[in-house]
């Protein structure tokens, strides 16, 4: 564990690898994110083509040594009238978790957003995830929607709440 300050900026497109190696973690060993199989970089293309800088934001923490989180704002949903709400997410290095870097992200994450024309944002958190419950509350979210066993994964069903906030 470095004891380097942190620092939060914009990702770039050489930041990928490093994205992958994180989100990849969690797709082969944990139910937090519902997509099943690893991605490499040519495959995720298409979600790092979407952030433009200021609806969809890609933020990442470096330690000094590597990136060890990122955080993103993504499309809602699809469809026109959705445009002034997005989804967030954040993931953090298997080995980086428990420090505060989450929280760290959204400090900058969420300001940055409310800059823009939104009106909300969401973030999905498959249950159970007591800590990423408590990081978003703590941002102000509330519980908007329970869906029950709405993934299945390692050949189990799992829940997902939706938790809203205005910005």
């Not at 997410?89 to 957003?113: K, N, W």
């Not at 800059?115 to 909300?120: A, E, I, P, S």
């Amino acid at each position: 564990m470095s004891t380097r300050p942190l620092v939060v900026r914009p990702a770039t497109a050489a930041d990928l690898p490093a994205l992958l190696t994180i989100y990849n973690h969690y797709i082969s060993n944990s139910h937090c994110t519902f997509d099943t199989q690893p991605f490499n970089v040519e495959e995720r293309q298409p979600w790092w083509a979407q952030f433009d800088g200021d609806r969809y934001q890609c933020l990442v923490a470096e330690d000094g040594v590597r990136l060890i989180g990122y955080a993103s704002s993504c499309p809602f949903k699809p469809k026109a009238a959705y445009e002034t709400s997005v989804e967030i997410s954040v993931y953090v290095a298997a080995d980086s978790t428990a420090r505060g870097i989450g929280r760290q992200l959204y400090e900058v994450l969420l300001p940055r957003l409310a800059q823009q024309d939104l009106h909300r944002v969401y973030a999905g958190i498959a249950l159970p995830n007591a800590a990423s419950i408590r990081l978003h509350e703590s941002f102000g979210f509330s519980k908007a929607a329970h869906y029950n066993e709405v993934g299945r994964k390692f050949g189990q069903y799992w829940d997902v709440a939706w938790y809203e906030r205005a910005l």
